[in-house]
């Protein structure tokens, strides 16, 4: 087994916990390729220059979990904070805390609405006329009526997918969740946290182990799959089969930083609803770390748009057109894909919380050590 040659392609949670598990656990030597120059891929943290502030640099990250696996594996690389994640939402009526919870729809309303009450006051303001969702927005409409939807989702949504809400499936609206309570926390998964020292000092310390060979600012290229066993690959499927059936979609973010002494929001994020106001959300990144002090404060305007060929792909789209595509390269990736292993967000074209990511790692690499010569094609089904 020892003499397995393995490379993990990236070095985001996906290539990391892969190639700290097979280090560990089996003593294999695993060559870690990077294309950037730091660690951590998505997850990037850094401090700004000029304030000292640790920056997320690719949007907000907050780590929440229910899997007591994840939790455990994090925690043995890095000290996790405290952190409880309140956003704020401003719309034309004012501004609220979202998710939308007992607070919410009292201030919007204008009433005393308790967790007896509330129910029926939501089914009261629901469209009845919808019988059958067939779109996001018919979905919200009939769960929350108009006010609401108008207020909190349809300009958002508009702004941060680039499309009409009636072209998003009515899955994605289910999922948002409405609170009858006065709970303003917005994950309410059994472990929260902030590592102490960003995630791009979790990441480097998951890969400081002997075995692991890391190969900073080095692109992986198809030609160097042949010098190893089995590639585990998190870059994007697409790419890697050279775009053969087109570009799968991806929406992209822009961040403009705005600096000051003290305080910029009160807050460490704050959602724009408006669809007249070009950005979807401010971030300030010092609220995620209260532990430190810092007498300046950076925070970042995030804005959304189509991802392009040179910009860098942040959210799937997922649309139908784009279902389809990614069917025609799994079934390239299952006929041609040779010694290659999907993984992670870009790999499998779906939008992953960190700790799915780290989840399915956990799984693959097992997965792996108990049979290397039957590898998984996919660390999950991409469709
Ligand atoms: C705006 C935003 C906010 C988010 N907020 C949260 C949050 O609050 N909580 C949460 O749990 N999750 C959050 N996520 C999700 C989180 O970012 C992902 O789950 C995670 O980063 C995925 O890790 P990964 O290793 O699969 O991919 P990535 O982090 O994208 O890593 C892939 C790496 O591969 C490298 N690479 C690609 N191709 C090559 C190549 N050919 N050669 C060498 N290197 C290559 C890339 O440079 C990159 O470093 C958020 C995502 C976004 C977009």
Not at 22 to 36: C, I, N, P, T
Not at 267 to 278: G, I, K, L, R
Not at 335 to 359: A, C, H, P, S, W
Request: net charge negative; charged share 25%.
């Amino acid at each position: 087994m020892s003499a397995l040659r393995v490379a993990c392609v990236g070095s985001g949670f996906s290539g990391a916990v892969i190639a700290r598990t097979l280090a560990e656990r089996a003593g294999l030597e695993v060559d870690v390729f990077e294309s950037e120059p730091y660690v951590g891929g998505h997850c990037h943290t850094e401090r700004d220059e000029r304030t000292g502030v640790m920056v997320h640099r690719h949007g907000p990250h907050i780590f929440n979990t229910q899997f007591d696996d994840v939790w455990s594996f994090v925690n043995r690389f890095t000290v996790f904070r405290d952190y409880v994640h309140k956003v704020r939402a401003i719309t034309s009526r004012g501004v609220f805390g979202l998710p939308i919870n007992l607070k919410t729809l009292n201030d919007f309303f204008g009433e005393e609405l308790t967790a007896e009450t509330a129910p029926g006051f939501l089914e009261a303001q629901g469209d009845k006329s919808i019988a059958e969702p067939r779109n996001f927005e018919e979905q919200a409409l009939r769960m929350l009526g108009r006010d609401l939807y108008e207020a909190f989702f349809h300009g958002y949504t508009r702004k941060q997918w680039g499309v009409d809400p009636t072209e998003l499936p009515a899955s994605i609206f289910q999922r948002l969740p409405v609170r009858m309570s006065y709970d303003d926390n917005y994950h309410i998964s059994r472990y929260t946290g902030i590592p102490e020292q960003g995630y791009t000092q979790l990441i480097a310390s998951i890969l400081d182990h002997p075995k692991i060979r890391l190969r900073l600012g080095q692109t992986f290229e198809a030609s160097d799959a042949a010098s190893y066993d089995r590639v585990f690959y998190s870059g994007p499927i697409d790419g890697w089969f050279g775009r053969r059936h087109g570009r799968l979609r991806y929406r992209t973010l822009r961040f403009e930083a705005i600096y000051q002494e003290g305080d910029y929001q009160g807050t460490s994020q704050v959602n724009f609803c408006q669809e007249s106001v070009p950005w979807t959300r401010v971030t300030e990144h010092k609220h995620f770390a209260a532990w430190e002090s810092h007498s300046e404060t950076v925070a970042h305007k995030e804005f959304s748009s189509a991802c392009g060929p040179d910009d860098t792909p942040y959210y799937p789209l997922r649309l139908v057109d784009d279902r389809s595509t990614l069917a025609q390269y799994v079934e390239l990736a299952d006929r041609e894909g040779g010694n290659l292993t999907f993984v992670g967000r870009l790999g499998t074209y779906r939008y992953l919380n960190m700790d799915q990511v780290i989840k399915e790692a956990l799984d693959t690499a097992e997965g792996f050590l108990a049979a290397p010569h039957d590898a998984a094609r996919f660390s999950k089904d991409p469709l």
